[in-house]
């Protein structure tokens, strides 16, 4: 009896001593799976973690390298992506431009002002300068006085230019007694080696302008003639210190009759 109490003590001590060492043993194990868990968890975590991480890097490098080794070449792509729609844009409005502007070359051209003719070189020719700014203009070219053929063809060349004189305007009193107004018309031929201009037409007369207060003349003249692309056509006066500032007292045009 007392041995088996004993025994039974000792079954029980050793159920009690061994129940919380299992019970221990068995909560170790399952901390252990939880941590061991945890841990592969982590460690998987990090390993693919790395390796998204070399492979994004690794691919950037790529990525990098495979830029810089195509960027001449994307360049150039890119370059004729973007060339190639302006160009045949520009084409394209180059040729509705063509189709559609069947406009005639013209052009007219007011003098420009202010004007700095001095009244002492009075019967020596002077170049009109003309307003080139907000004037029609088609398909002609104007430099200094010159307005220049773009393309060539038969051509109606006119120039008015109107010399006025009021006495009362006048503060160091010049002598009007005779004054000679002329304007002439030259060409200037765009194929000479020496450019030596040729007189296309000329008018004028000579006037007295002592005896009324306020006076004003006008020469006008016209005619057609056969241009050459890059020829020159101006107008040269005498007297431009009488020149009328007006837009519609002195102008120089010309317009495009045939081929
Ligand atoms: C026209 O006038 C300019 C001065 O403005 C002069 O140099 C030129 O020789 C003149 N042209 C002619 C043909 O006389």
């Not at 003309?130 to 002609?140: C, I, S, T, Y």
């Not at 009362?168 to 031929?189: A, C, G, T, W």
Request: hydrophobic share 35%; charged share 20%.
């Amino acid at each position: 009896m007392a041995a088996n109490d004993y025994r039974a003590y000792l079954r029980n001590h050793i159920d009690m001593e061994e129940a919380p060492g299992r019970a221990a043993h068995t909560g170790s194990t399952h901390r252990a799976l939880i941590f061991g868990t945890l841990a592969v968890m982590g460690l998987l975590q990090v390993a693919s973690s790395v390796a998204i991480l070399l492979h994004l890097t690794g691919y950037l490098r790529e990525v990098d390298l495979a830029s810089a080794q195509q960027s001449p070449n994307e360049e150039m792509h890119t370059e004729t992506l973007i060339a190639d729609p302006l160009k045949s844009f520009k084409e394209r409005k180059e040729k509705c431009r063509l189709k559609k502007d069947t406009r005639m070359p013209s052009v007219h051209l007011p003098i420009k002002t202010p004007t700095h003719f001095s009244a002492k070189n009075r019967n020596e020719l002077t170049m009109i300068t003309w307003d080139d700014d907000q004037w029609l203009n088609v398909k002609m070219r104007y430099h200094e006085g010159r307005i220049h053929v773009v393309e060539a063809g038969y051509y109606y060349v006119y120039a008015k230019t109107c010399f006025r004189y009021a006495e009362e305007h006048d503060s160091s009193k010049e002598d009007v007694s005779n004054v000679q107004l002329f304007q002439y018309i030259y060409h200037e031929k765009h194929t000479q080696s020496v450019i030596t201009p040729i007189l296309l037409t000329k008018s004028g007369g000579t006037l007295q302008w002592n005896i009324a207060k306020y006076n004003m003349y006008c020469v006008e003249q016209g005619r057609g003639i056969q241009l050459s692309n890059g020829d020159g056509i101006y107008v040269n006066v005498s007297n431009a210190w009488l020149l009328d500032p007006a837009a519609d007292g002195t102008y120089f045009g010309t317009f495009k009759i045939s081929n």
